[in-house]
């Protein structure tokens, strides 16, 4: 590859320079899906003209009509994927998310020695472990920064900066939708208005289900378990909880236990076993996942060594997404190699041992309380508190129960009996307590 | 070099690997300052045995007394500073700190094509430069990612996760003794006792001037803003503001505005004027930098693009700052190439144009309240609240003022007149707010 010769341009400005790259490459880069995302990278590029980095095709079905007079003229507009595939570009970058075609043309690219960079968290979830054999016996390259929390750098984090660690949990809010919706009921909205208005605003799909589901979040869990906790798993192993279970009453509940409810995603790794789960928890107001605030993403990583590191941000959008996109092209440009975190196959469980929250709703009779104290016991759970709060009918009472930390395995089974109790009106609602 | 042979390990465990290094190398490494942090690197490269890292020599004065019985038998324990800088070691950690000699070690690493990993903010933010410089032309490397924030990888995540970025603004809790003492005295605690405190921690030194008065943090922010903001600036144009100023009263005064205390380091660039300042200044309870609690240490970085990231984590300490030592070790045996982000030398200013906080202590009679807002008129400064609590003597009398966003050098302007007014028992206390 030639050595760039770009213009002066803002990212590099016309000043002395503090020395030449020592491998900074040029790079023909195709982006693959013109959406927000992909017009966000194309506009970067055109804009900040980094070093090294050429748009030269822009793949899309119907491409006519995402054509942008602010491109430069040499861009080639194409609906022919297997054209651009086979041209000369050196890096393509995959925006349209889902296993196919993005797996396709991935093996494709990766096949002929070119790099792909994505932000497809599914692909990366599911294959990731594959791509990267591919592109490493091909002399490629696999980059896919934003395939977690968008513009937070996490997975840079991860692999370059706390590479020296052994990180031994990892918690995180990754779907921008859920917490919007959580955030916003914490203010006193209803689920459905709220997603409705999630839909409305683009952030949520007209079928919810892979992000209220947990299903878009278990895939940025996968992949961050890997580059954290070192462990190679089968996403379908990690059972998601959806956060639709959720009402006001639990977000005022869950203030009388200085808490508010998040959807998070976490995995640990103790004494050699490896557990994961997705779901709403209850998290204190003064940790810092209850800082997460609409859109916003957060990552917590705990090492053996150097204690918590929160990063936060937002973590999805066109722009943030494009410039983890932008910067993991400039990694390749500049022959970044990353750190190579060793990974191995691992089954993954859901044993937790936490404090729950515990929600019923029922139709008061007397002995209620001691039919589900009698039940916790049996497992020798610890009762930490009840609370009912007054001016709720007799005909539909909700109230809570938390407990002291116990085994999520012991839990389902004093659950079991509790759940077809005649005075229940609803599935009793048990989350995670996070302190 | 070799490529490496290493024995099973726990950060490389012994099931199934996903794929060989491309480009490890096996690094010989010597520790230069067997204090804290190093004997917590030589402990992690004992205990983890990263692939590809091998300790060999420690240099410390009085070596002797610092020999550990952990560290395997091949250790070369050395005081004689040029024999190691000889020896065939490839990379020099150097954990000393200053100017000197930490700087001719440096030189005499890296002129003899070896890599120089360093924790030394100072000798970064003041040669860094012409460090790297060396580092480029002799084939070596120069990694600094201990230098700032510790634990935190807020170095590799501008340099990797936010290189496709402009980052216009950046602020961040760089230093962990003054968090402490401030985050204390929120609490109602006296500076006196807390800075005996963090000294008897061994928190803070004897002579505690390059934390509370900000050196310690602007030679940070230095490095930040090369990093960040791109750009070369000596960092003595940099006038930090000492913490020692900041008395009980402000706490209660900042509480009845929302805001708590904190040293932060900021720096902007805005329509071509570049400012930086580190010093005591308001911020609002409910914003990131509040969280801040202790010897934790923070980083806001603001993009273009991306909007804020926030990085948060223990700054300093044996271990933490120990992770991001071995992380750079990592990076340089997978060759991993840092993204060059090009710098220009620039000269730095501190204009601001923020809303201010400023509490006088008077001797209080008629007129005084008058005499000091006609002095802002002057200066088109407006005023946006005056904050008096009762129950305090009338011949000490704490109060505040707090005016719209105005230029720093208006507010310095308007306040000459007002700090020789007689009535001024002490002078005038003005604070930045962060909202």
Same mark, same amino acid.
């Given at each position: 590859?030639?050595?760039?010769?770009?213009?002066?341009?803002?990212?590099?400005?016309?000043?002395?320079?503090?020395?030449?790259?020592?491998?900074?490459?040029?790079?023909?880069?195709?982006?693959?899906?013109?959406?927000?995302?992909?017009?966000?990278?194309?506009?970067?590029?055109?804009?900040?003209?980094?070093?090294?980095?050429?748009?030269?095709?822009?793949?899309?079905?119907?491409?006519?009509?995402?054509?942008?007079? /602010?491109?430069?003229?040499?861009?080639?507009?194409?609906?022919?994927?297997?054209?651009?595939?086979?041209?000369?570009?050196?890096?393509?970058?995959?925006?349209?998310?889902?296993?196919?075609?993005?797996?396709? /043309?991935?093996?494709?690219?990766? %096949?002929?020695?070119?790099?792909?960079?994505?932000?497809?968290?599914? $692909?990366?979830?599911?294959?990731?472990?594959?791509?990267?054999? $591919?592109?490493?016996?091909?002399? *490629?390259?696999?980059?896919?920064?934003?395939?977690?929390?968008?513009?937070?750098?996490?997975?840079?984090?991860?692999?370059?900066?706390?590479?020296?660690?052994?990180?031994?949990?990892?918690?995180?809010?990754?779907?921008? &939708?859920?917490?919007?919706?959580?955030?916003?009921?914490?203010?006193?909205? %209803?689920?459905?208005?709220? $997603?409705?208005?999630?839909?409305?605003? *683009?952030?949520? %799909?007209?079928?919810?289900?892979?992000?209220?589901?947990?299903?878009?979040?278990?895939?940025?869990?996968?992949?961050?378990?890997?580059?954290?906790?070192?462990?190679?798993?089968?996403?379908?192993?990690?059972?998601?909880?959806?956060?639709?279970?959720?009402?006001?009453?639990?977000?005022?509940?869950?203030?009388? $236990?200085?808490?508010?409810?998040?959807?998070?995603?976490?995995?640990?790794?103790?004494?050699?076993?490896?557990?994961?789960?997705?779901?709403?928890?209850?998290?204190?107001?003064?940790?810092?996942?209850?800082?997460?605030?609409?859109?916003?993403?957060?990552?917590?990583? &705990?090492?053996?060594?150097?204690?918590?590191?929160?990063?936060?941000?937002?973590?999805?959008?066109?722009?943030?997404?494009?410039?983890?996109?932008?910067?993991?092209?400039?990694?390749?440009?500049?022959?970044?190699?990353?750190?190579?975190?060793?990974?191995?196959?691992?089954?993954?469980?859901?044993?937790?041992?936490?404090?729950?929250?515990?929600?019923?709703?029922?139709?008061?009779?007397?002995?209620?309380?001691?039919?589900?104290?009698?039940?916790?016991?049996?497992?020798?759970?610890?009762?930490?508190?009840?609370?009912?709060?007054?001016?709720?009918?007799?005909?539909?009472?909700?109230?809570?129960?938390?407990?002291?930390?116990?085994?999520?395995?012991?839990?389902?089974?004093?659950?079991?009996?509790?759940?077809?109790?005649?005075?229940?009106?609803?599935?009793?609602?048990?989350?995670?307590?996070?302190?």
């Amino acid at each position: 590859m030639p050595e760039a010769h770009s213009p002066a341009s803002s990212l590099e400005t016309s000043a002395v320079q503090t020395r030449k790259s020592r491998s900074a490459r040029h790079l023909r880069i195709a982006i693959f899906g013109f959406g927000t995302v992909g017009s966000s990278v194309a506009r970067i590029l055109v804009e900040s003209k980094p070093r090294g980095l050429e748009l030269t095709h822009v793949f899309n079905r119907g491409v006519a009509r995402k054509r942008v007079d /602010w491109a430069p003229a040499s861009v080639v507009w194409s609906e022919d994927a297997d054209a651009v595939l086979a041209s000369d570009v050196d890096v393509v970058v995959e925006l349209v998310g889902g296993l196919d075609p993005a797996g396709t /043309w991935a093996r494709r690219a990766l %096949e002929a020695g070119k790099s792909f960079v994505t932000a497809n968290k599914k $692909l990366i979830a599911y294959h990731g472990v594959e791509l990267e054999r $591919l592109a490493a016996a091909k002399g *490629g390259h696999l980059k896919y920064g934003a395939a977690v929390a968008g513009g937070i750098p996490v997975i840079p984090g991860l692999e370059q900066g706390m590479a020296g660690d052994r990180i031994e949990r990892i918690e995180g809010i990754l779907n921008g &939708t859920c917490n919007f919706i959580l955030s916003k009921m914490e203010e006193g909205a %209803e689920y459905a208005s709220m $997603l409705a208005e999630a839909q409305a605003k *683009g952030y949520a %799909e007209a079928d919810p289900t892979e992000d209220v589901g947990g299903f878009d979040a278990r895939a940025k869990l996968a992949i961050l378990m890997r580059l954290a906790l070192r462990v190679q798993i089968d996403p379908e192993e990690i059972v998601p909880r959806p956060i639709t279970t959720i009402t006001p009453v639990d977000f005022s509940y869950a203030r009388d $236990l200085g808490c508010t409810i998040r959807q998070v995603s976490r995995a640990e790794q103790a004494e050699g076993r490896l557990a994961a789960t997705v779901g709403p928890m209850l998290v204190a107001l003064r940790s810092p996942l209850a800082w997460s605030q609409g859109m916003e993403n957060m990552v917590i990583a &705990t090492g053996h060594y150097g204690g918590d590191v929160v990063f936060s941000g937002h973590g999805a959008g066109g722009h943030p997404t494009a410039v983890a996109v932008v910067s993991d092209l400039l990694a390749l440009a500049h022959g970044s190699q990353r750190v190579e975190i060793p990974s191995s196959p691992a089954r993954v469980g859901a044993e937790f041992e936490v404090p729950h929250y515990i929600r019923f709703l029922v139709r008061d009779r007397p002995g209620i309380v001691a039919a589900i104290t009698t039940e916790l016991a049996k497992e020798q759970i610890n009762i930490r508190a009840i609370v009912q709060r007054a001016g709720f009918p007799a005909d539909a009472l909700p109230f809570v129960v938390t407990v002291e930390p116990c085994k999520t395995s012991a839990l389902q089974r004093a659950l079991t009996p509790i759940r077809t109790m005649d005075c229940m009106l609803v599935e009793p609602l048990d989350l995670q307590m996070l302190e």
